[in-house]
């Protein structure tokens, strides 16, 4: 069972909230008092998952696993945009054809004594090859890796040295080896977003990457989400937060209750031991125990509860 995992929240930059279970982490802001605080900006965090039934205990997680790609949402959500990905610690054994920018460093890793050559580079791609740069491999074989892509970028001469600024202050001191991984500045995004129309970033879920887009202003796209979903034979599943934090059978269990039958059955199977914690025979089972068990108290009833 293929499953499209969608979520439309906010962020504030400079408070963002946890990430991806312990999987990465925010680089850790300098906030220099004398600045203002940055607005909220807008966020669809999309990822999938792959799995036998509504327990999701065999989930498979990732944008890989959705039956969507990349290139696919790039093109329904953005049509006709340019795209440049942008890279902080490039391998200097696999670049991009043609680059804006290409800047020669040494990589010392946090906590590490090793130093490692890198690039720092921005390179125009096209939409067909999106995938390619945000898994880093093409067919088993090593291709340029992007941290984030820039939709609708202003590239100019004139503005391309203010956008490379706001691209250090994203992903400058990124450690893409460390263990959590540190990959964004969430203080940089709104400095990004100056200067084109969207940023999309690769936060990991448990197997692979997600797809998460930052705008100033809101998507409406949900419609065209689902479009999406159905054209590529995946279940779209909407998340009140965003699917790589989420467990999938809770959104499942909610998305089961709000069931249409007039859409036809419910397309994902229930596990046959009665599901996982969300499961609607189980809960239905925990509130007749629930029933027949008399309150101690009160004050410890509505701890529990």
């Not at 797809?211 to 998340?239: H, K, N, Q």
């Amino acid at each position: 069972m293929r499953a499209f995992g969608y979520c439309f929240d906010t962020l504030d930059p400079q408070d963002p909230d946890r990430l991806c279970r312990g999987r990465e982490r925010w680089i850790e802001p300098i906030v220099d008092p004398a600045e203002d605080r940055p607005d909220r900006v807008h966020r669809l965090v999309i990822s999938g998952a792959n799995f036998s039934d509504d327990s999701a205990r065999d989930a498979v997680r990732g944008l890989a696993e959705a039956g969507v790609t990349a290139a696919v949402l790039i093109r329904a959500i953005f049509p006709d945009l340019p795209v440049h990905a942008f890279r902080e610690v490039g391998d200097p054994r696999a670049l991009p054809p043609v680059m804006l920018t290409e800047e020669d460093w040494t990589y010392t890793p946090q906590g590490g004594a090793r130093r490692t050559p890198a690039v720092r580079w921005l390179a125009p791609i096209g939409v067909d090859e999106a995938d390619v740069y945000m898994l880093g491999e093409d067919a088993g074989m090593a291709r340029p890796k992007a941290d984030g892509f820039l939709v609708g970028a202003d590239v100019s001469p004139e503005d391309l040295p203010a956008l490379e600024d706001a691209l250090f202050k994203l992903v400058g001191f990124s450690d893409p080896d460390g263990r959590p991984a540190l990959f964004y500045n969430a203080m940089g995004i709104p400095a990004v977003l100056e200067h084109c129309e969207a940023l999309v970033l690769f936060h990991l879920d448990k197997h692979g990457p997600a797809f998460i887009v930052y705008t100033f202003d809101p998507l409406d796209v949900e419609p065209l989400l689902l479009d999406v979903a159905r054209a590529g034979g995946t279940f779209a599943v909407p998340f009140s937060i965003p699917p790589m934090l989420a467990r999938w059978d809770r959104a499942l269990y909610e998305l089961r209750m709000q069931w249409d039958d007039a859409n036809g059955p419910f397309p994902v199977p229930p596990a046959e031991d009665a599901g996982g914690r969300w499961s609607t025979r189980r809960r239905h089972a925990e509130r007749i125990d629930d029933a027949a068990t008399p309150s101690e108290g009160t004050e410890e009833a509505g701890g529990e509860e």
